[in-house]
């Protein structure tokens, strides 16, 4: 089993070493800071710190206006919250005239566990992804979640940034590098490709050796950047292997799925599966028990797999 | 550019303007309100021409300001949170040289750089893209802390209607801004007592107003909104205020200057016809 790591504990000391290295860098909160894990930072520079209280609309409101004079926020709380309750504050503030806010959501998707419907944000990445101009990433563990926020603060333009509350394994090595809109190719394969981010990258891995096992052969995606998209990973993914499954821990409408969707119809149309959240909420529960019963296991991808190859013309 | 403590020299070293030549300039702005809207053949004239003594005072007697570089990084700031009344701020940029006079003409047209709310990608001097109201305050809060981290001199001032006032995150950045002790920041709330409903005590009644503002931790100040004197020393006595925001709460007229708009909440977003603008630019001679 391979070790686990925080993605929250990667971004809070990360935050902590960009504070080091650049006084500009300044960060805030909604109350939440032990749970973002920004409290690296503010044990730090607590002038640099500023904690909004529960209001998410006044919290990206100030940071746009710190931006507006030069500073590099970085504005963190759960994803539900943020872009969830302050869509046309971030839109207005953020988005239109393009500053440079660094909006670092933490407890996205389902795997928030016994918190329950109300903490589960499974909308953020369509939201999100819908603002002209922002950058929309999902690193997939802690390797990849210290290179995304160490690049967003040194690239000028509003970001989401969307974490997740478990520990996840490592599944980059220490030689990856990020880069923006490029997916990274995890495994090679010819029969079908399976694009994923987030926790269900793991799951993905744990498909596609299950499926080697049937003699099916699967490329594995890394699709950390939902936006600007990696076009062309995803239309030489249906060249080459003619079938695409997407796992992604969010709902079906308007995710990973939809934007895959739309890229491959338009360039180079195959057979398409979703492993995604149904047009539903769903309950508390443990993260495994809800990642089994909303359908984002790796079996779930595998029988996916079947499915879509099937689909392939003859 | 004058020192930093002689807050009263204004754009770019030119002297700031008495009280009578304020008085002249306030009917200049009200006639390209006026004019400018009813070419557009759509807009707010109700909020803009209410707010024309706050913003004549603001930028031709107290802000320290360049119109030859609008991105001057010690500017006083002057955020216009009611976007809605763009028209009032583009046509002072214009008299102060941001932008040129006749380009008032293109407002609301398509490509122009006077988009129908103000745009910050666009405009020289617009320092806020806004139209959804309530963001301003929260905005300005990040301004005012970015210049006490820069350990910068210069003031930030945000306009707000009083029916903007209803939007809850006004009150979150209320509450903020006096925890962050800015001092910093002064609000100025057009209390023309209208909103596109009716009179704001009908449609959400926000008395006791300045009570509501000095609880949430603000130094509240009353005035005529359309008497220069008496912004003028509310202005002055804002910046002294230490350790709190300062809010001046300006009691204005909606339309404030033509006869057939005062207080008539139809004219809050609809454009006068051609015969009526010409009526009022007669009674603005």
């Known amino acids: ?314 | 550019m004058e020192e930093s403590g002689d807050r009263l020299k204004v754009n770019a070293g030119a002297k700031a303007l008495s009280v009578a030549e304020m008085e002249s300039m306030a009917k200049k702005l009200r006639r390209h309100i006026v004019t400018m809207i009813g070419k557009a053949g759509s807009g707010h004239p109700g909020g803009s021409l209410s707010a024309v003594e706050i913003v004549t005072t603001l930028y031709f007697h107290v802000m320290r300001h360049n119109p030859q570089d609008p991105r001057w990084p010690d500017r006083d700031r002057f955020i216009l949170s009611k976007g809605h009344a763009a028209p009032v701020l583009y046509a002072t940029l214009a008299e102060c040289g941001y932008i040129p006079v006749e380009e008032l003409s293109t407002l609301r047209q398509l490509d122009s750089r006077l988009q129908g709310h103000t745009d910050s990608n666009l405009t020289p001097g617009v320092e806020m893209s806004a139209g959804s109201l309530g963001q301003g305050l929260s905005f300005s809060i990040g301004a005012a802390i970015a210049a006490r981290l820069n350990s910068q001199q210069h003031t930030v001032y945000v306009l707000l209607g009083d029916g903007e006032c209803d939007e809850g995150q006004v009150w979150e950045a209320a509450m903020s801004a006096n925890h962050f002790k800015l001092d910093n920041l002064v609000a100025i709330v057009d209390r023309n007592e209208q909103q596109i409903d009716g009179w704001t005590c009908d449609v959400m009644d926000l008395e006791p107003f300045g009570s509501k503002w000095q609880s949430f931790g603000w130094h509240v100040i009353e005035v005529d909104g359309h008497d220069f004197a008496q912004l003028i020393e509310a202005f002055e006595k804002a910046k002294s205020v230490k350790g709190q925001p300062a809010v001046i709460i300006a009691h204005t007229t909606k339309g404030k200057g033509v006869s057939f708009m005062e207080n008539n909440p139809d004219f809050h977003g609809r454009a006068p016809s051609a015969e009526q603008v010409e009526l009022a630019l007669k009674e603005l001679q």
């Open chain 1, 1 to 314: 089993m391979d070790r686990s790591v925080s993605l929250r504990e990667a971004y809070g000391k990360t935050l902590l070493e960009l504070g080091r290295e650049n006084p500009d860098i300044v960060v805030l909160d909604a109350d939440l800071c032990r749970s973002t894990m920004t409290y690296h930072f503010s044990a730090e520079f607590p002038d640099r710190a500023f904690d909004c209280g529960i209001a998410e609309q006044n919290m990206v409101g100030i940071a746009a206006g710190l931006a507006a004079s030069g500073k590099v926020p970085f504005a963190s709380t759960f994803a539900v919250f943020v872009p969830g309750r302050c869509f046309d504050q971030i839109r207005m503030s953020i988005a239109q005239p393009r500053l440079n806010v660094k909006l670092v959501s933490t407890h996205g998707g389902i795997t928030v566990g016994e918190d329950g419907t109300s903490h589960q944000s499974i909308e953020d990445l369509a939201l999100a992804c819908a603002l002209p101009g922002f950058s929309v990433i999902v690193p997939a563990d802690a390797i990849e979640t210290a290179q995304v926020v160490r690049f967003a603060a040194s690239n000028h333009g509003p970001f989401y940034i969307r974490l997740c509350r478990p520990a996840l394994p490592l599944v980059c090595d220490d030689s990856y590098r990020f880069e923006l809109g490029k997916a990274a190719v995890l495994r090679q394969g010819t029969d079908a490709t399976i694009i994923a981010i987030g926790v269900m990258v793991t799951a993905a891995l744990e498909a596609a050796d299950n499926l080697k096992r049937e003699g099916i052969d699967c490329r594995v995606l890394n699709m950390s950047t939902l936006k600007p998209v990696d076009e062309s990973a995803i239309i030489k993914a249906a060249v080459d292997t003619g079938a695409i499954v997407t796992a992604e821990e969010h709902l079906e409408n308007g995710g990973l799925g939809s934007i895959v969707a739309r890229v491959v119809a338009g360039n180079h149309p195959a057979p398409l599966d979703f492993v995604a959240i149904k047009d539903t909420y769903a309950s508390s529960g443990k993260p495994a028990e809800l990642l089994e019963r909303y359908g984002l296991t790796a079996r779930d991808i595998e029988k996916a797999v079947r499915a879509v190859i099937k689909r392939k013309p003859k």
